[in-house]
């Protein structure tokens, strides 16, 4: 078997970066998020980022909800209890 000259050399998609475990966001930092999509209006960002926060999930959890799994009939809950 005949070995070829043309190796391709792969560089790994993460040479460089920092992999790991983020760290968690600071109190200050939380709060100037909100303050900023308020002003923003935008609503859906801020109850996820919200929900995300208070509840501890996932983003991908986070999108996958739907609007009747957060809210009684055609009015939003207060609470939501995950399970």
Not at 38 to 43: A, D, I, S
Not at 56 to 80: M, P
Request: net charge positive; aromatic share 4%; with cysteine.
């Amino acid at each position: 078997m005949e070995t070829s000259g043309n190796t391709v050399h792969h560089e790994p998609w993460n040479r460089g970066k920092i992999v790991g475990q983020k760290a968690p966001f600071k109190v200050k930092d939380i709060w100037a998020l909100r303050v900023r999509l308020q002003m923003e209006g935008r609503v859906r960002e801020l109850a996820l980022f919200n929900l995300g926060i208070d509840s501890k999930l996932r983003g991908c959890d986070l999108v996958s909800l739907k609007v009747r799994d957060v809210s009684h009939g055609d009015q939003v809950a207060t609470r939501a209890i995950v399970m």
